[in-house]
């Protein structure tokens, strides 16, 4: 299996179940350190900041190219100087390989531009 970045998302409407805890902290582990898990173990999270309320939106911006490309989308809350990005599975009620694979995505994108 190739890293998470050369991998693309599937589609997915339910039917399946969530990834296991084991699993979900052994992806975790392949992403930046900054990304952590919830307390009950449905969702990851990261805040970015920024300097400048444009570099903000502009990564917002590029986070929504990522999302419309893997068709799997963040909930995103937006601050002048902060962007917080958090990822679940809504129709599994929990995380899938999706939400690892597209988090991948923007740490490579944060890294390279941000």
């Not at 190739?2 to 975790?28: A, V």
Request: aromatic content about 8%.
């Amino acid at each position: 299996m190739g890293g998470l970045t050369e991998q693309t998302c599937k589609p997915c409407e339910g039917g399946m179940k969530p990834l296991s805890p084991e699993r979900s902290r052994e992806l975790l582990a392949s992403l930046d350190t900054t990304w952590s898990l919830s307390e009950d173990g449905k969702s990851i999270s990261q805040q970015f900041n920024f300097s400048a309320f444009s570099r903000t939106i502009a990564f917002v911006n590029a986070v929504a190219w990522v999302a419309t490309t893997e068709g799997h989308h963040p909930d995103m809350q937006v601050s002048y100087g902060s962007c917080t990005v958090q990822f679940t599975t809504h129709a599994i009620g929990g995380l899938s390989d999706n939400d690892f694979i597209c988090a991948a995505k923007i740490d490579r994108l944060s890294a390279d531009t941000f």
